[in-house]
């Protein structure tokens, strides 16, 4: 008979909340696909001439196709490629809302050290997702 | 009987996967030169069922499906390698998101031992993506070419201890109270655990980010080797938390190329749906399964790729 033990009330939330999360970006991301590949939304780039870009490195991909590269793909959330991006950064978006769920149970159980790095990891997250940290290419 | 029945469908994948493989290979250049001989949807597909055997046989094999998503999709796909790795980093991020809530109510996956580590690897990978995205393309392929046949190397001769031995745990674990207790169901006894030698293995996630977001392979390979051999982590919780802990590295290097421009929804969906398909699959196959063989099958996939891409990036096989 497994004996109960029960992990930290921070791990029981994070791990609640990722399910949650995880499940729902996991069925946008169908979701989304079918839209553009049954052509619900007209794309951004037509599927038929996706073998001349994505040969291309990125810098020369973003040229050709004029995509703003950080968060310019928010502006394109009508266009049926572009729609597949908004899944994408939620799921990337993920870890960032369950550290922002366990700071204030850390807070609250006076884990001083473990409230200090979750918010720089937030922080640290935050600053990659921010756009301020992209690449223009090679 | 049974024995040749394993036999057989391991023999059959593997058929079907060096099929499909070189398929891939013999159909490039048509793309490349005429741009319209192949029709784009063959690519998606194609890309679907390979990865839906990589799938299976990363379950099988015991490895995350990012390190074998990068060199072989890399190597035989007409795809930019900075797509690829794009692509390879959300495959990564998408599995450990998956499978993180569940290792983590079981216990097995550990929030405290996480956190530091996480913290130190998932800036590192910011970095680690920007260099990648900024290096050329053969210098790319060259160091992912050697960092695969490492991960062969590091396959064929680590060691793994199911409980090591940890005498006194560390000043720094002990501060940060980095220690836990799990039950295991196989000796009906419940496993307390401590580690020893942090400082050092956060210096060693430094690489393992770094690494990590540069060529968007996902890190488990490296992690559980740190976790397990060195801090002294029972490979059980290892293992979890190697799994977890990627969902955090690997999110701060997707971010870095979805913000450049490298992700491209028609090679990245097929390949996130195609794995967790496999993966779904392929737990079910390894119940009758011979994890011998298959772990033989991913090193040579991984020797085969890695060396692929080593002699596409110094320009003998492109």
């Not at chain 1, 995509?67 to 994408?88: C, E, R, V, Y």
């Not at chain 2, 980093?89 to 079981?106: E, F, N, W």
Request: with cysteine; hydrophobic share 55%.
């Amino acid at each position: 008979m497994a004996k109960e033990i029960k992990p930290s009330e921070e791990q029981l939330s994070y791990a609640a909340l990722l399910d949650i999360g995880m499940k729902l970006g996991l069925i946008g991301i169908v979701i989304t696909f079918a839209i553009y590949v049954f052509g619900i939304f007209s794309p951004y780039l037509p599927v038929e001439d996706l073998p001349q870009y994505w040969k291309l490195n990125v810098h020369k991909y973003l040229e050709v196709t004029r995509i703003q590269s950080g968060w310019a793909w928010i502006t394109l959330l009508h266009k049926g490629d572009f729609l597949n991006f908004l899944p994408i950064a939620f799921l990337s978006a993920l870890s960032i809302i369950c550290y922002i769920r366990i700071l204030p149970i850390f807070l609250k159980k006076k884990e001083s050290i473990y409230a200090f790095l979750a918010l720089l990891q937030v922080l640290i997250l935050l600053l990659a997702a921010s756009g301020i940290l992209k690449v223009g290419g090679h | 009987m049974r024995w040749l029945l394993r036999t057989f469908s391991m023999v059959a994948l593997l058929l079907l996967f060096t099929c499909v493989i070189s398929m891939a290979a013999e159909t490039t250049p048509q793309v490349m030169e005429g741009g319209s001989s192949f029709p784009w949807w063959a690519w998606p597909l194609l890309l679907f069922i390979v990865t839906f055997i990589l799938g299976i046989i990363a379950v099988l094999g015991g490895v995350g499906g990012g390190v074998l998503f990068v060199p072989i999709v890399g190597g035989f796909f007409p795809f930019n390698l900075d797509f690829v790795r794009g692509a390879g980093l959300l495959v990564a991020l998408s599995g450990a998101l998956a499978a993180g809530p569940g290792l983590l109510r079981r216990g097995l996956a550990d929030l405290r031992l996480t956190i530091p580590l996480a913290l130190i690897a998932s800036t590192s990978a910011i970095f680690g993506a920007m260099i990648g995205l900024s290096l050329p393309k053969n210098v790319v392929n060259t160091l992912l070419g050697l960092t695969i046949l490492g991960i062969v190397v590091i396959m064929l001769t680590a060691k793994k201890s199911e409980y090591p031995e940890v005498k006194k745990a560390d000043a720094l674990s002990r501060a940060l109270k980095i220690y836990g207790i799990y039950y295991e169901p196989t000796t009906g006894k419940e496993v307390e655990w401590k580690v020893h030698r942090t400082p050092i293995a956060l210096l060693l996630f430094v690489v393992i980010g770094i690494m990590a977001g540069m060529f968007g392979l996902g890190a488990g390979w490296a992690n559980v080797p740190v976790l397990n051999l060195l801090m002294g982590v029972p490979l059980k919780v290892a293992v979890s938390t190697s799994k977890f802990l990627l969902s955090i590295t690997d999110t701060s290097a997707a971010w870095i190329y979805l913000n450049s421009g490298a992700i491209i929804p028609m090679i990245v969906v097929p390949s996130i749906v195609g794995i967790m398909l496999g993966s779904i699959v392929g737990v079910r196959v390894l119940a009758v399964a011979k994890p011998k063989v298959i772990r033989w099958v991913v090193i040579g996939l991984l020797a085969f790729s890695g060396l692929r891409a080593l002699l596409k990036g110094l320009g003998i096989w492109t």
